[in-house]
């Protein structure tokens, strides 16, 4: 199962960004999937995750209000609205796949990089 983050770039504090998560080999419909980010230096840590039921089992409290998970169900993908992007949101960015949310998700992708600077 190959995963793919994609919609990361270089943005001001205050800009917005929509990530995007996609997998090559099967429908991501049927899978919870999750956000994840890390940051030079620092522990990975989750951002959010939805389920297949479209249930958002969480969302980091640093991020509360500001990014928003959703799927869109045609195109087997998930999404990360990301606004009011703050410098210390910089971090690679990775979706995961797995039956659950929760720790341990079984499949991967590249990350993609978001830089929030001025």
């Known amino acids: 199962v190959q995963l793919q983050a994609s919609g990361g770039g270089l943005v001001e504090p205050g800009g917005s960004l929509r990530l995007s998560c996609a997998a090559s080999d099967l429908t991501l419909n049927y899978y919870a999937v999750g956000w994840y980010r890390q940051a030079p230096g620092k522990e990975r840590e989750g951002v959010s995750c939805?389920?297949?039921?479209?249930?958002?089992?969480f969302t980091a409290d640093s991020v509360k209000g500001r990014f928003t998970i959703s799927r869109d169900i045609g195109k087997s993908t998930v999404h990360l609205q990301m606004n009011n992007l703050k410098p210390e949101d910089t971090a690679v960015y990775y979706c995961?796949?797995?039956?659950?949310?929760?720790?341990?998700?079984?499949?991967w992708g590249e990350g993609t990089q978001v830089t929030v600077s001025s």
């Open positions: 995961a796949a797995d039956n659950f949310c929760g720790d341990g998700m079984t499949h």
């Open positions: 939805i389920t297949s039921a479209e249930y958002i089992t």
